[in-house]
Nanobody, 124 residues
Framework: QVQLVESGGGLVQAGGSVRLSCAAS????????MGWFRQAPGKDREFVAS????????YNAESVNGRFTISRDNGKNTVYLQMNSLKPEDTAVYYC?????????????????WGQGTQVTVSS
């Protein structure tokens, strides 16, 4: 059974930083591309960032370029999202997702497994 467990969310002031973690189990993490998505109240879930199986390829949404960084540690079966210069519009539930393939992509339907999400709230 695949489990993705996010942690690290919380309340942070605008301009601050947060690092999210996602611990994976039940899948071959080292050959799985990983992604982060978010969903704000009243809005659709949107892509944030993704990373290939080796970490060599990453994609970011334009709205987070230069502020968020995705990375992974295959030895720990964990993917991270470092979020800097946070803005109130970054407030959302952040979800970790895994693919059964090595290549990183952006569309959410291309991800096979999802975590329960972690809330990030940015106050102005």
């Amino acid at each position: 059974q695949v489990q993705l467990v996010e942690s690290g969310g919380g309340l942070v002031q605008a301009g601050g930083s947060v690092r999210l973690s996602c611990a994976a189990s039940g899948l071959t993490f080292s050959t799985s591309a990983m992604g982060w998505f978010r969903q704000a109240p009243g809005k659709d879930r949107e892509f944030v960032a993704s990373v290939s199986w080796s970490g060599s390829t990453t994609y970011n949404a334009e709205s987070v370029n230069g502020r968020f960084t995705i990375s992974r540690d295959n030895g720990k079966n964990t993917v991270y999202l470092q979020m800097n210069s946070l803005k109130p519009e970054d407030t959302a539930v952040y979800y970790c997702a895994a693919r059964r393939f090595r290549t990183a992509t952006m569309p959410s339907p291309e991800y096979d497994y999802w975590g329960q999400g972690t809330q990030v709230t940015v106050s102005s």
